[in-house]
């Protein structure tokens, strides 16, 4: 039973913009503040952005503040993540779920490469 289902990647040049989308289902989506996370080749994964259950909060990590916004859809229960000024840094497989622990099963992620 395929619960998270992430969007959007793809390969875009340094200074693009791409926008990611997540579809959860119910049992995740409702009432749970939110999160994308990103892993690089040969890194840890690392929580990008969360968002709470009504959008009241946004949280960034430092490397992405002013170019991410992490935004949701609570009737389509989906969350998006647009990623603006795009570096080479950026370059990672995006994933979504709860924002913490614990996790439901992840998603296959989806690619994002930044590159010229």
């Known amino acids: 039973q395929v619960q998270l289902v992430e969007s959007g990647g793809g390969l875009v040049q340094p200074g693009g913009s791409l926008r990611l989308s997540c579809a959860a289902s119910?049992?995740?989506?409702?009432?749970?503040?939110m999160g994308w996370f990103r892993q690089a080749p040969g890194k840890e994964r690392e929580l990008v952005a969360t968002?709470?259950?009504?959008?009241?909060?946004?949280n960034y990590v430092d490397s992405v503040k002013g170019r991410f916004t992490i935004s949701r859809d609570n009737v389509k229960m989906t969350v998006y993540l647009q990623m603006n000024s795009l570096k080479p840094e950026d370059t990672a497989v995006y994933y979504c779920?709860?924002?913490?622990?614990?996790?439901?099963?992840w998603g296959q992620g989806t690619q994002v490469t930044v590159s010229s």
């Open positions: 779920n709860k924002n913490a622990a614990p996790f439901a099963s």
């Open positions: 119910r049992s995740i989506f409702m009432f749970n503040a």
């Open positions: 968002i709470s259950s009504g959008s009241t909060t946004k």
